[in-house]
């Protein structure tokens, strides 16, 4: 990569593997149980966040130097609710459906453990340009693990992908594909324990292929 | 050359390389090993891991047996109700267990054979001994199963059930939840079409659905949350000749199987006792509220609050729960006065989710895994309050 230095580029890529927010710092694990349930409403929770981190942390690193710190976490709550408030109108004005699928969620970014703790950990502390990296990494760590989440649930659980079907027609009389030969969807993996169910079995994956992260007792 | 012989010398050629646990496991699970101990004190008992399971499994093929001649009474009943007017005549004939062997038996094979070659990964892969805990579970599983469950999602729950419900944790010994019940709950939510309603209890009413020759097999319990009378006597739903799960629905038997169990002091007695006191105590209050007149016939709570406590005993999954999943000795509480209450909310609870609930009238293993979790926490205060207990009689000043 030509053009960021070796240190940018770890503020991008350590957030997808051996530092994602989710599986390793575990933040952000309420909207990864909440919305996952389909392929669709995990894309745009994980772009929404790519947004509102990008931009949010820009907004505070360039802020950082005049924000008291008595009341820093107020100022970061201002910004991030603007962000969520643009995106959240953006969604019921272009996409109605889906806003409704996801619901509170939307709003409850505000208080996704994820952002404030980037703002309060690197966007207080950094210059614009490497804290929007930073933003870019955590927020694309997270929402590809939401996406895995997602992809597994919507498949298993509604045998669709984005509201396809690709297993075939469930539909009794009219059977295809897989559930000619007596395959049914999984209605566990609709139910939200299946979330952290497969959020846990990533976590176990990826610590079995990177021992170093377990932790010593 | 002996098949233990041949064995053995399978199991010395794969010494320390890295399938050695699988052949240890076929070695030992047929045979004694040739090794013993050496040097320093041990102790001998006859009840080892192997024994134990064993036991347990013998406790349970009565049930077993049973419900392979209840799979084709209740088949051939539902065609031909005339046939319930003289059960004991009707009941033990080959054609009954012609279709035990060719449903019942397949899930039993299913159920050891994935099992076991999970365990056989596990083992594989962590380098140590097959453990002997699926020996039971695997016996467990198509007991509470409805007969028609397809072999696919019954294979699709054992993968789940004992990698998530013991592997994770560390194998046998480490679970928190009953591996069996674990399986049974994954099974519930995946498939409810396939394990609830009046279609699945009875061989093929799913197939005959929609046709001329539809038969239905309403369990007791699903009856009584409708409100609707039931043809069974009290020793038909005392002796099983019920529809319900495979192995689940004789009382007696079950019974049997606790006698066995708690002869060889294997199963708790106190938790199979108290968690018959907690169902009946559930079962009384349920009765009295009816007897107030504070729920009246036209609730949808009436059917199965109306239901004499006693009868809340023998119908369901209660009594197997109470026998063979309440004492499981992992899961359950370990302390004495832990049993009384671990196992008298077991039946509290059960009975309360069977009224409140009639989605889910199969209270018993929803309550059985919420106590498991509980386990560890009611054993903690029971210990808690012996020590503090014992430091005032012993007046000691600490600190």
């Given at each position: 990569?030509?053009?960021?230095?070796?240190?940018?580029?770890?503020?991008?890529?350590?957030?997808?593997?051996?530092?994602?927010?989710?599986?390793?710092?575990?933040?952000?694990?309420?909207?990864?149980?909440?919305?996952?349930?389909e392929l669709k409403a995990s894309i745009v929770m994980a772009v929404s966040v790519l947004f509102v981190l990008g931009l949010g942390n820009v907004v505070i690193s360039l802020m950082r130097n005049i924000i008291p710190s008595k009341i820093r976490i107020i100022?970061?709550?201002?910004?991030?609710a603007t962000l969520v408030i643009i995106v959240d109108l953006v969604l019921k004005a272009f996409a109605y459906e889906l806003s409704k699928t996801l619901s509170v969620f939307v709003g409850l970014i505000i208080t996704n453990c994820i952002i404030m703790g980037r703002f309060e950990a690197?966007?207080?502390g950094n210059g614009p340009w490497k804290s929007f990296l930073d933003g870019v990494g955590n927020s694309v760590g997270y929402g590809v693990i939401l996406i895995i989440v997602g992809f597994f649930r919507e498949l298993l659980g509604a045998g669709t992908l984005l509201g396809y079907p690709v297993l075939g027609n469930p539909i009794p009389g009219e059977l295809s594909g897989l559930y000619a030969y007596g395959y049914e969807n999984n209605g566990f993996m609709l139910l939200s324990p299946m979330a952290l169910i497969v959020v846990g079995i990533i976590i176990w994956i990826q610590r079995s292929r990177n021992t170093a992260l377990i932790e010593e007792n | 050359m002996s098949l233990k012989q041949n064995l053995h010398n399978l199991k010395e050629k794969y010494k320390g390389t890295k399938m050695a646990p699988a052949f240890n496991a076929i070695?030992?699970?047929?045979?004694?090993p040739n090794e013993v101990t050496h040097g320093g004190t041990h102790i001998k008992a006859a009840d080892d891991l192997k024994r134990t399971m064993n036991i347990v499994i013998m406790a349970l093929v009565p049930c077993?047996?049973?419900?392979?001649?209840?799979?084709?009474?209740?088949?051939?009943?539902?065609?031909?109700?005339?046939?319930r007017a003289n059960v004991l005549a009707n009941f033990f004939t080959f054609d009954n267990f012609?279709?035990?062997?060719?449903?019942?038996?397949?899930?039993?094979i299913v159920s050891y054979g994935v099992g076991l070659i999970v365990e056989f990964i596990f083992a594989v892969i962590k380098g140590h001994e097959v453990e002997e805990g699926y020996l039971v579970t695997g016996m467990l599983v198509p007991l509470i199963v409805p007969i028609d469950t397809p072999l696919w999602m019954l294979a699709v729950a054992v993968i789940f059930g004992v990698v998530i419900g013991k592997e994770v944790f560390g194998g046998t010994g480490m679970n928190i939840l009953n591996p069996a019940l674990t399986i049974r709950a994954f099974l519930f939510f995946a498939y409810p079409t396939w394990m609830s309603g009046d279609k699945v209890w009875v061989y093929d009413a799913v197939n005959r659905t929609g046709t001329a020759d539809a038969i239905s097999g309403e369990t007791i319990l699903g009856s009584y949350a409708q409100n609707q009378e039931v043809i069974y006597s009290n020793w038909d739903k005392f002796a099983g000749f019920i529809p319900g799960s495979v192995g689940e629905t004789s009382t007696l038997l079950i019974l049997l199987g606790a006698a066995i169990l708690v002869f060889t002091k294997i199963g708790s007695w106190r938790i199979i006792l108290s968690t018959f006191l907690g169902a009946a105590a559930m079962g009384i209050i349920f009765n009295q509220i009816v007897a107030a007149d504070i729920i009246t016939e036209s609730s949808k709570f009436y059917g199965l609050m109306n239901t004499v406590w006693w009868?809340?005993?023998?119908?369901?999954?209660?009594?197997?729960?109470?026998?063979?999943?309440?004492?499981d000795p992992v899961t359950g509480s370990q302390t004495n006065k832990g049993k009384w209450i671990y196992g008298f909310l077991i039946g509290f609870i059960s009975i309360m989710i069977r009224v409140f609930n009639p989605a889910y009238p199969e209270g018993v293993f929803l309550a059985i895994l919420l106590m498991n979790v509980f386990a560890p926490t009611i054993d903690h205060y029971v210990v808690q309050g012996n020590v503090k207990k014992r430091l005032t009689r012993t007046n000691v000043k600490t600190a």
């Open positions: 990569m030509g053009l960021l230095s070796k240190k940018d580029a770890a503020l991008i890529t350590d957030p997808l593997a051996d530092n994602n927010p989710i599986t390793i710092q575990v933040l952000g694990i309420c909207s990864a149980l909440a919305i996952t349930a100022v970061q709550l201002i910004v991030v690197f966007a207080l | 070695h030992t699970f047929l045979y004694l077993l047996l049973f419900g392979m001649f209840n799979a084709g009474y209740q088949h051939y009943a539902a065609i031909d109700g005339s046939l012609w279709i035990g062997i060719i449903k019942v038996l397949p899930l039993v009868e809340h005993l023998m119908i369901g999954g209660l009594a197997f729960g109470a026998v063979f999943m309440a004492t």
